[in-house]
């Protein structure tokens, strides 16, 4: 079992920079991937960002060139940094982990952008 813990958000400009940070209570992403989701309201969760164990990382088409996720094993972490933040990305951003069969999430962050 694994505790996963967000922090990082808060309410940001359009056009502004956010990193969100995502700890687990263990060593993990070693061997697991991170996996980041957001939901916005009235809307489905959606995966938004994936690092693998080895650090190799894919986006969703819609934050493509603007959401960069990053890890470091040392810490148990994973961050994913947002630029160019749009007041569409405005949603509670949650981290999870897959582990055997089982989905580990942590309780979410909230973002939200305006002016």
């Known amino acids: 079992q694994v505790q996963l813990v967000e922090s990082g958000g808060g309410l940001v400009q359009p056009g502004g920079s956010l990193t969100l940070s995502c700890t687990a209570s263990?060593?993990?992403?070693?061997?697991?991937?991170g996996n980041w989701y957001r939901q916005a309201p009235g809307q489905e969760r959606e995966l938004v960002a994936t690092?693998?164990?080895?650090?190799?990382?894919t986006y969703a088409d819609s934050v493509k060139g603007r959401f960069t996720i990053s890890k470091n094993d040392a810490k148990n972490m994973v961050f994913l940094q947002i630029n160019a933040l749009q007041p569409e990305d405005t949603a509670v951003y949650y981290c999870?982990?897959?582990?055997?069969?089982?989905?580990?999430w942590g309780q979410g962050t909230q973002v939200t952008v305006s002016a």
């Open positions: 999870k982990t897959k582990i055997k069969g089982n989905q580990y």
């Open positions: 263990r060593s993990i992403f070693t061997v697991f991937y």
């Open positions: 690092i693998t164990d080895r650090g190799t990382t």
